[in-house]
């Protein structure tokens, strides 16, 4: 393939993946867990190995620090989509940053 053929593929696929991600309106940063915690009241059915839960958390760092929020199980499919978009941008950003390496080599290599 011509290096000007190339060179126009390449950029071609990048608009799409930027356009992806552009669509991509509902994203959220960070990681969706789950977790059954005591209560470690005296009485509670907790001390005896039945802990409560699930109780939904969405973590992530943010200037170097974690962070977490607690997510209502109403909210939990609708955090689980956003975050897993947000992963899916991650890597079309990743596909795009590479694509703009290979362009930048090539035009190097044109260029001297």
């Not at 799409?16 to 009485?43: E, F, H, V, W």
């Not at 509670?44 to 199980?73: A, F, N």
């Amino acid at each position: 393939m011509p290096k000007d053929r190339k060179t126009e593929t390449l950029a071609a696929r990048r608009k799409g993946i930027l356009k992806t991600i552009a669509r991509m309106q509902d994203i959220l940063p960070g990681n969706l867990a789950t977790s059954y915690l005591p209560c470690n009241k005296g009485n509670c059915k907790c001390t005896r190995g039945e802990l409560h839960g699930p109780k939904w958390t969405l973590t992530w760092k943010e200037e170097g620090k974690t962070k977490t929020l607690y997510i209502r199980q109403a909210e939990v499919a609708e955090v689980r989509k956003e975050t897993e978009n947000y992963g899916k941008a991650k890597g079309l950003l990743r596909q795009a940053a590479q694509i703009n390496l290979e362009l930048f080599k090539m035009r190097r290599a044109r260029h001297g």
